[in-house]
């Protein structure tokens, strides 16, 4: 479907620099009609009003921004809305059960792995994820053995979590908190 | 960020084509340098053609023996391929040695070769810039400019800017070909080396790619047998551009190929550097590095290239 297509479907879709497209957040399909320029970040927080997920930087340096779409965490400040047609995201919204806690959630609250909370949903989405990227076999900087099984490690840990920044410096417990998932999962 | 109208294109010839007929229009992929620099206004474009849908999202292998990469494949797809591991370890280290998990899981082969070469003062729209402006001055080769980062060879007098990419230094180190599909239809395959153009007097013009062209694949060349490493150095232990990365394939004679990341406008390579490998690093230097023109704060890296492709020769 091209943006022509849209205008054809929507007629009141008659701004070129805007468009309609539908995706999916947390289990939920939305149909948006927005300016071009929209990135997903701001389509979560400003018109789906999930504002769980961040903006620190909006340059795709800080990770508070960090959100899963088909299965992949990405900067959401750092893509626009418009190309995520037919996508499915996942934001910290999305993660908590009725009545319980993501284990990641849970770990981070164990271990005090934040003091003011800012870059935390990015972290625990990122976290999330990592955990499943190494299990996935994908190769990180500090990988020694690109063709052997990877282990998960405190370095390999810190290293895949180098896109989220936390400016209160609760690095030694993100860390503590991340290994406790992954022990608990191992 | 200013207005642009936008459309989702399914063919990589119908993308080019429709980008050579709209005025100031871009392609758009991962997004993650063109949308940071729209954020900036340093990039205007007036549409974006969304080439993401066009099906280039493969790495499959060539009848010559070597792996044609589709030009949407991830920086993280990349890395993480079985075969790229396997045979080319050079460019899978180059790739996680790059930018963060997220930006590898968005950004493309394509557009991470597209990505500008910039420095601090290409992004910084109060100052001067040839790249920006053509004909406005150069900043960087201001007195007192910060140039830590800066390159040192293949630069000139309107630009000293560096092309920031991990992934271009193991792929110029491969001999890899960039294919592009131009706007009349035309395949082209263009080597790393003619890819890449240096700044002159032009340094707004980065590639010889023509109006509306498009990359369509990497072409890998059969493996080359050796040791495949790339060393980067930088000022943190992850996510930052290097300050000098050298991309190494060396044979089990000594004999081997070189080339350098961080230093140039380009990956920086030359087959004079090459035939002096069984040599070491110094002799290697000597002629990669001839004709290097560093400021007083830039002039570090002449040393720490040669003492990062020795600690790589000094490894097993």
Redesign the interface.
Same mark, same amino acid.
């Given at each position: 479907m091209n943006s022509s297509n849209n205008v054809e479907r929507h007629p009141k879709t008659v701004n070129p620099d805007s468009s309609t497209f539908s995706l999916t957040v947390n289990r939920e399909r939305h149909t948006l009609t927005l300016d071009n320029r929209t990135t997903l970040l701001d389509a979560l927080r400003e018109q789906l009003k999930l504002t769980g997920t961040k903006k620190g930087c909006d340059h795709g340096q800080c990770g508070a921004c960090t959100v899963s779409v088909n299965g992949e965490r990405i900067n959401a400040c750092l893509s626009l809305a418009v190309m995520h047609e037919g996508d499915d995201i996942s934001t910290i919204e999305g993660a908590a059960e009725v009545g319980h806690l993501d284990p990641m959630q849970q770990a981070f609250v164990d271990h005090d792995a934040f003091q003011c909370g800012y870059c935390t949903p990015g972290q625990i989405c990122s976290a999330k994820a990592v955990l499943e990227e190494i299990q996935a076999g994908l190769p990180s900087h500090v990988t020694k053995d690109l063709n052997a099984p990877i282990e998960i490690s405190d370095a390999e840990i810190r290293e895949r979590m180098s896109g989220n920044l936390c400016r209160c410096g609760a690095y030694a417990n993100i860390l503590k908190a991340i290994n406790q998932v992954a022990e608990v999962r191992s | 960020?200013k !207005?642009?109208? &936008?459309?989702? #294109?399914s063919d990589p010839a119908q993308a080019a084509a429709r980008a050579a007929e709209v005025p100031v229009a871009k392609f758009?992929a991962g997004?993650?340098n063109l949308?940071?620099l729209m954020?900036h206004e340093i990039e205007i474009p007036k549409h974006?053609i969304?080439v993401?849908g066009t099906g280039l999202d493969e790495i499959t292998p060539t009848d010559e023996g070597g792996l044609r990469i589709g030009a949407l494949v991830s920086n !993280?797809a990349l890395? *993480?391929d079985?075969r790229v +591991?396997?045979d080319y *370890?050079v460019l899978? +280290?180059a790739l #996680?040695?790059g !930018?963060?998990?997220?930006?590898r899981?968005?950004a493309t082969t394509g557009g991470n070769l597209l990505q500008r070469t910039r420095c601090g003062y290409f992004y910084d729209t109060g100052m001067p810039c040839n790249k920006r402006s053509p004909g406005a001055g150069c900043a960087a080769l201001s007195k007192g400019a910060a140039t830590r980062q800066l390159g040192i060879i293949g630069t000139s007098d309107a630009c000293i800017a560096t092309h920031p990419s991990d992934m271009a230094v193991a792929l110029c180190v491969l001999d890899a070909e960039v294919e592009t599909v131009t706007s009349t239809g035309e395949i082209r395959r263009l080597t790393l080396d003619e890819f890449y153009q240096l700044p002159g007097d032009t340094p707004e013009v980065e590639t010889a790619l023509q109006a509306g062209e498009m990359i369509t694949a990497v072409l890998l060349p059969p493996p080359v047998e050796g040791r495949h490493a790339y060393y980067k150095v930088r000022d943190r !232990?992850? &996510?930052a551009f290097a300050l000098v990365s050298v991309a190494l394939i060396q044979a089990p004679d000594g004999t081997g190929r070189v080339a350098l990341g961080g230093v140039a406008p380009k990956p920086w390579r030359r087959d004079d550097a090459d035939a002096a490998l069984p040599q070491g690093a110094s002799a290697v230097m000597a002629r990669l590095l001839d004709g290097a023109r560093p400021t007083q704060e830039n002039a570090y890296k002449l040393t720490l290239a040669e003492r990062t492709l020795a600690a790589l020769l000094a490894q097993e």
């Open positions: - | 960020m !207005a642009f109208s &936008y459309e989702r #294109v758009i997004g993650t949308l940071d954020k974006l969304d993401g !993280a890395s *993480a079985t +591991r396997k *370890a899978s +280290r #996680v040695s !930018a963060s998990g997220q930006l899981n968005k !232990a992850s &996510y």
